[in-house]
């Protein structure tokens, strides 16, 4: 059975391109929470299912960057399940021509190996800067 700081390895190793599917990583009814979600996007995933189909869906904005490096922190809690992880990467924005920094911040529980809930506290000026939509950012907050 895999420990928490090894589920965040496979994270690492997933955003890398490199290791599994991230749905596979999650107990059937796992949820990932997305607190300061961007426009367009879910405020929460619940299920194997639903969190298959909406990383499939972005599978193109991958092609948006190229990656030099992920990088992955665990800090571990007084609760033996949570662990928090800083996930950072960086490298070149195909969008923008330019390097980029990205870096977010996951609480994540982990039960028997498996995911049971996962906070993502993505920045969405620092993806919208990486991705080149800054503009579309903008406008969709100012509707």
Same mark, same amino acid.
């Given at each position: 059975?895999?420990?928490?700081?090894?589920?965040?390895? &496979?994270?690492?190793?997933?955003?890398?391109? *490199?290791?599994?599917?991230?749905?596979?990583?999650?107990?059937?009814?796992?949820?990932?929470?997305?607190?300061?979600?961007?426009?367009?996007?879910?405020? &929460?995933?619940?299920?194997? *299912?639903?969190?298959?189909?909406?990383?499939?869906?972005?599978?193109?904005?991958?092609?948006?960057?190229?990656?030099?490096?992920?990088?992955?922190?665990?800090? &571990?809690? *007084?609760?033996?399940?949570?662990?928090?992880?800083?996930?950072?990467?960086?490298?070149?924005?195909?969008?923008?021509?330019?390097?980029?920094?990205?870096?977010?911040?996951?609480?994540?529980?982990?039960?028997?190996?498996?995911?049971?809930?996962?906070?993502?506290?993505? *920045?969405?000026?620092?993806?919208?800067?990486?991705?080149?939509?800054?503009? &579309?950012?903008?406008?969709?907050?100012?509707?």
């Amino acid at each position: 059975m895999r420990t928490p700081r090894e589920v965040i390895e &496979e994270v690492r190793r997933m955003i890398a391109g *490199d290791g599994p599917e991230f749905s596979t990583l999650f107990a059937p009814d796992g949820v990932v929470r997305y607190p300061f979600a961007p426009p367009g996007t879910p405020a &929460e995933l619940r299920g194997h *299912d639903a969190i298959r189909e909406f990383y499939r869906a972005g599978e193109t904005s991958k092609g948006l960057v190229e990656m030099a490096e992920v990088t992955a922190v665990v800090h &571990e809690t *007084d609760d033996p399940e949570v662990v928090v992880a800083e996930i950072g990467h960086h490298g070149r924005s195909h969008a923008t021509g330019a390097p980029y920094t990205f870096r977010a911040l996951a609480v994540v529980r982990v039960r028997d190996g498996r995911i049971v809930s996962y906070d993502d506290y993505i *920045d969405p000026i620092a993806l919208a800067r990486m991705l080149g939509r800054t503009r &579309e950012l903008a406008e969709t907050l100012n509707r």
